[in-house]
């Protein structure tokens, strides 16, 4: 009997199987890229039901370890999960095919919005666009919640500190505080007998088998670049290198990075040039931190463009790359596997708060609380891809808006 080809059309099994799993990996978060609307809490169960529901790249107990790392990193956390999830799927490669490919999308969409801007001294009109997307991404929030929870919520301690959490952030306490504080709080609780015993080597017990030096690389962040009066290319790039390497929390905490620097330092930015390029990155699909490539063209036309997204982007990359293998090394140590369970347990109860706020802002009239409901029901009962929900949406915006004028 004859054996399998280990060639086809010139190219090993090998070859052709990884080429198909970069091709996967690209396409779909791509597709992602360009369909992805409301924030990360949106993104990220989006992502779940594509590559856990359907593809089963992995499980939920893994997915929760990687988006627990993201929480962890600095950086676009709806982005530093799609490098993750590439890695899973397609090793090095997939990682930046991955993340590249969910920003791609947003960066293209942003200059056309800034080349309008530029050109008319304003933004198309998208409103209608969000007032059918917003509805329908509740229930996808909901459904990526209800799954990954069931994995998450294990035992007394790590329920009883999500509830916590949901309400201190409902009551507006800081998200990164929240986090960590959760994380350390699981930590203290479960291993309270062995910190009397902590000395010297208690990092070799926090991350078993790991040097100081991958320690050192997995929570460190980049410096500061220096300030210049003019707007160079080479500065800008280097703010947005320096924004993407220290930046914790949602757009909001964006906003006050961008402000400090280009509107009070630098005055490179007026303030209503800095709300507008915020307001862009909220509209578009994919991370919000194209709100970078907006700022880019402004003070630099398409150059300047690219140069602020790579620059935002990059540290992301890194921090992936180097926190990546260090994860597993995470999960079966007694104290990390710790503080991965408490950060795991709070970003789903931000999640939570998240989708609380966005169902608050989203659901304004009976319109749009049926289109919520049609959206729950279609995924629930009919596992129905959420990109469509998206599409959906915006068509219903769409209709809505020819009808009403």
Avoid at 16 to 35: K, N
Avoid at 69 to 91: H, W
Avoid at 174 to 183: D, Y
Wanted: hydrophobic content about 55%; glycine content about 14%; proline content about 4%.
């Amino acid at each position: 009997m004859e054996g399998k080809p280990d060639r086809v059309d010139g190219q090993s099994v090998a070859q052709v199987g990884q080429a198909g799993r970069l091709a996967e990996v690209g396409l779909l978060f791509l597709r992602l890229g360009f369909f992805s609307y409301g924030g990360p809490a949106v993104y990220i169960a989006m992502m779940r039901d594509e590559v856990v529901a359907r593809r089963r790249w992995l499980d939920d107990s893994r997915f929760l370890d990687l988006l627990g790392a993201t929480n962890l990193i600095p950086g676009p956390n709806a982005t530093e999960m799609a490098s993750y999830l590439g890695r899973v799927r397609a090793g090095w490669r997939g990682l930046v095919l991955g993340g590249v490919c969910f920003i791609v999308p947003a960066m293209l969409i942003t200059l056309g919005f800034a080349w309008a801007y530029v050109r008319y001294g304003s933004t198309p009109e998208v409103s209608w666009l969000l007032y059918g997307v917003k509805p329908v991404i509740i229930g996808v929030v909901v459904q990526a919640l209800w799954g990954l929870g069931r994995t998450a919520v294990r035992g007394r301690l790590v329920p009883a500190m999500g509830i916590v959490v949901l309400v201190l952030y409902l009551l507006g306490f800081n998200e990164i505080a929240l986090l960590f504080g959760a994380g350390l709080f699981v930590v203290l609780a479960r291993n309270l007998p062995r910190v009397a015993g902590l000395g010297a080597g208690s990092a070799g017990l926090f991350l078993p088998g790991l040097g100081a030096a991958k320690l050192a690389l997995l929570l460190g962040v980049g410096g500061a670049a220096a300030g210049v009066a003019a707007v160079s290319l080479s500065q800008l790039f280097l703010m947005f290198l320096k924004i993407g390497s220290i930046l914790y929390g949602s757009g909001y905490v964006l906003l006050a990075f961008l402000r400090a620097d280009f509107v009070e330092r630098l005055g490179w930015l007026t303030e209503k040039q800095l709300l507008d390029a915020v307001a862009v990155g909220q509209v578009t699909p994919g991370p919000v931190l194209s709100t970078a490539t907006f700022i880019g063209y402004l003070l630099g036309s398409w150059q300047g463009a690219l140069l602020a997204t790579a620059g935002v982007f990059l540290p992301s990359f890194v921090f992936v790359a180097v926190s990546g293998p260090i994860i597993p090394y995470l999960r079966h140590s007694p104290w990390a596997g710790a503080l991965l369970d408490g950060v795991n347990v709070a970003a789903l109860a931000l999640m939570a708060g998240v989708t609380w706020q966005l169902a608050r802002g989203a659901i304004v009239d009976p319109l749009t609380g049926v289109l919520a409901a049609l959206g729950a029901v279609l995924l629930v009962r009919f596992n129905v891809n959420s990109v469509w929900l998206v599409l959906l949406g915006a068509l219903a915006g769409f209709a809505y808006k020819a009808v009403a004028g």
